[in-house]
């Protein structure tokens, strides 16, 4: 059974870091490239970052240069470095398999998702 659970938001004024950790099921991890995702009020969730089982990284243009993700295989856990955070940054941040790799290997679009971890920037 798919098990996301996401950790380490809060509240942090703009120019500020926060690190976010996601703990994923066997089944999820081992098979798939993990993304981290966010969904800011009023708007569609959108892939933020994405990395691949192998370590390759992509990045959204809108935090590209300020966001980190990474991956320990040993403990099926990924993880999102935010740095320079701007206002606009403030979302409920979710992690999942990366979107495109999971439907071209199942046919199936992601459908559990862990409860989320809320970031909001001000100040």
């Known amino acids: 059974q798919v098990q996301l659970v996401e950790s380490g938001g809060g509240l942090v004024q703009p120019g500020g870091s926060l690190r976010l950790s996601c703990a994923a099921s066997?089944?999820?991890?081992?098979?798939?490239?993990m993304g981290w995702y966010r969904q800011a009020p009023g708007k569609e969730r959108e892939l933020v970052a994405a990395?691949?089982?192998?370590?390759?990284?992509n990045y959204a243009d809108s935090v590209k240069g300020r966001f980190t993700i990474s991956r320990d295989n040993a403990k099926n856990t990924v993880y999102l470095q935010m740095n320079s955070l701007k206002p606009e940054d403030t979302a409920v941040y979710y992690c999942?398999?990366?979107?495109?790799?999971?439907?071209?290997?199942?046919?199936?679009?992601?459908?559990?998702w862990g409860q989320g971890t809320l970031v909001t920037v001000s100040s």
């Open positions: 999942n398999a990366d979107e495109t790799h999971f439907f071209i290997a199942t046919g199936r679009y992601l459908e559990v």
């Open positions: 990395i691949t089982r192998g370590g390759s990284t």
């Open positions: 066997e089944d999820i991890f081992s098979n798939y490239a």
